[in-house]
Nanobody, 123 residues
Framework: QVQLEESGGGLVQAGNSLRLSCAVSGRRVTNGAVAWFRRAPGEIREFVAGIAWSGTPYYFDSAKGRFTISRDSAENTVHLQINYLKPGDTADYFC?????????????????WGKGTLVTVSS
């Protein structure tokens, strides 16, 4: 069974950085497409960044420049580095994996989800 567990969230001041981690069990991270989504208070969940089977990263337009997704094959973990945090980044951050073929970054396209980690950015 594939399971994902996020960590690294917390309360941070605007302008600081944070690295979120997604530990995957039951599937190699190099054998799937792993993505980070987030859901801000009162908003729908949105795609933030993903890393394809090939290792190619993808970013939502608003995430380009401040967000970096990477994967660690040895630890079977995918990280999301967020720099210059803004109050607008406050959200629950979820990681998800797609094990079916193809690379798609929509919620229905993902096969397994973690429970999320909360990031709160104070001004």
């Amino acid at each position: 069974q594939v399971q994902l567990e996020e960590s690294g969230g917390g309360l941070v001041q605007a302008g600081n950085s944070l690295r979120l981690s997604c530990a995957v069990s039951g599937r190699r991270v190099t054998n799937g497409a792993v993505a980070w989504f987030r859901r801000a208070p009162g908003e729908i969940r949105e795609f933030v960044a993903g890393i394809a089977w090939s290792g190619t990263p993808y970013y939502f337009d608003s995430a380009k420049g401040r967000f970096t997704i990477s994967r660690d094959s040895a630890e079977n973990t995918v990280h999301l580095q967020i720099n210059y945090l803004k109050p607008g980044d406050t959200a629950d951050y979820f990681c998800a994996i797609r094990i079916r073929s193809g690379t798609y970054w929509t919620e229905p396209s993902m096969d397994y989800w973690g429970k999320g980690t909360l990031v709160t950015v104070s001004s």
